[in-house]
């Protein structure tokens, strides 16, 4: 078992940054490749980026490229996802996912398996 703890979400005024923390504990962190998902009011979960259990590999949703990069610390069991100039439509509940390295064939197929853990969320809210 592997349970992901989100951190780091708060309000913040459009244009400005947050940066997320997502901690693992129980199995070998390295051993998943881990993302972010986003769940807006209103709205269904979307994907926004992930990254390789090595960290060199990452993709990232049109929405955010350029704007959110994501990046780990497989010593200190951390996925991290720093987001600058933030839009108003950047608030939701974010939520750290994990999945087992096996099952990723590629990066681009991320979005689309059924993560093997999810955290319980940590809200974003962006005041225009």
């Known amino acids: 078992q592997v349970q992901l703890v989100e951190s780091g979400g708060g309000l913040v005024q459009a244009g400005g940054s947050l940066r997320l923390s997502c901690t693992a504990s129980?199995?070998?962190?390295?051993?998943?490749?881990a993302g972010w998902f986003r769940q807006a009011p209103g709205k269904e979960r979307e994907f926004v980026a992930c990254?390789?259990?090595?960290?060199?590999?990452?993709y990232y949703a049109d929405s955010v490229k350029g704007r959110f990069t994501i990046s780990r610390d497989n010593a200190k069991n951390t996925v991290f996802l720093q987001m600058n100039s933030l839009k108003a439509e950047d608030t939701a509940i974010y939520y750290c996912?994990?999945?087992?390295?096996?099952?990723?064939?590629?990066?681009?197929?991320?979005?689309?398996?059924?993560?093997?853990?999810w955290g319980k969320g940590t809200l974003v809210t962006v005041s225009s």
């Open positions: 129980g199995r070998t962190f390295s051993s998943y490749a």
């Open positions: 990254i390789s259990w090595s960290g060199g590999r990452t």
């Open positions: 996912a994990a999945v087992s390295t096996g099952r990723v064939s590629d990066l681009g197929s991320f979005p689309w398996l059924n993560m093997d853990y």
